[in-house]
T-cell receptor, first 111, second 116 residues
Framework: QKEVEQNSGPLSVPEGAIASLNCTYS??????FFWYRQYSGKSPELIMF????GDKEDGRFTAQLNKASQYVSLLIRDSQPSDSATYLC???????????FGKGITLSVRP | EPEVTQTPSHQVTQMGQEVILRCVPI?????FYWYRQILGQKVEFLVS????????KSEIFDDQFSVERPDGSNFTLKIRSTKLEDSAMYFC??????????????FGEGSRLTVL
């Protein structure tokens, strides 16, 4: 069973702080990695994807991938109350295949 | 901006009844998916569909479930005889691999199914 594990939450940070969200995956052959944001009662919305080891930055968001450790993370800088949501890590083993999602971690940004 | 649309947004049905959930994927996308999310649980893969056939399905997608692309725009999920445990939010998604993009999934807003 291919698993995607996310830290147990919820995570609470003050406004302006850095939020760090972590994810591990079991399938060593996984090729692409995604972070989705899901507001309560809404559908998942893509934030970032990453393929290569290292960091990828997009605005206040940075995705980090370490394939040797089978670990992917998302950093949110200057956290805002509007960032309060559940963040889903998703992994794709190969081209044209399904995404497997983790359970998600709920982030709360305190004003 | 193109989007995936789903109908109905909410359906209430009696156990044992048939349900059809409808989706219109983004027009130039070729890969279509159904996922479900039981309240408070993770997003679970049901089935993927490409070139008018199922390309992959999960253990959840048993004989009670079927998918169809009846015309050039719609993509449907049918549950033949609903059970209480089928109550969930059902998400349709589509992706485009042909343009060299990441193949990220674009999700519809979901159809909430309540089985009584």
């Amino acid at each position: 069973q291919k698993e995607v594990e996310q830290n147990s939450g919820p995570l609470s940070v003050p406004e302006g702080a850095i939020a760090s969200l972590n994810c591990t995956y079991s399938d060593r052959g996984s090729q692409s990695f995604f972070w989705y944001r899901q507001y309560s009662g809404k559908s998942p919305e893509l934030i970032m994807f990453i393929y290569s080891n290292g960091d990828k930055e997009d605005g206040r968001f940075t995705a980090q991938l370490n394939k040797a450790s089978q670990y992917v993370s998302l950093l949110i800088r200057d956290s805002q109350p509007s960032d309060s949501a559940t963040y889903l890590c998703a992994v794709r083993p190969g081209a044209n295949s399904k995404l497997t999602f983790g359970k998600g971690i709920t982030l709360s940004v305190r004003p | 901006e193109p989007e995936v649309t789903q109908t109905p947004s909410h359906q209430v049905t009696q156990m044992g009844q048939e349900v059809i959930l409808r989706c219109v994927p983004i027009s130039n996308h070729l890969y279509f998916y159904w996922y479900r999310q039981i309240l408070g649980q993770k997003v679970e893969f049901l089935v993927s569909f490409y070139n008018n056939e199922i390309s992959e399905k999960s253990e959840i997608f048993d004989d009670q479930f079927s998918v169809e692309r009846p015309d050039g725009s719609n993509f449907t999920l049918k549950i033949r005889s609903t059970k209480l445990e089928d109550s969930a939010m059902y998400f349709c998604a589509s992706s485009d691999w042909t343009s060299g993009r990441s193949g990220e999934l674009f999700f519809g807003e979901g159809s909430r199914l309540t089985v009584l």
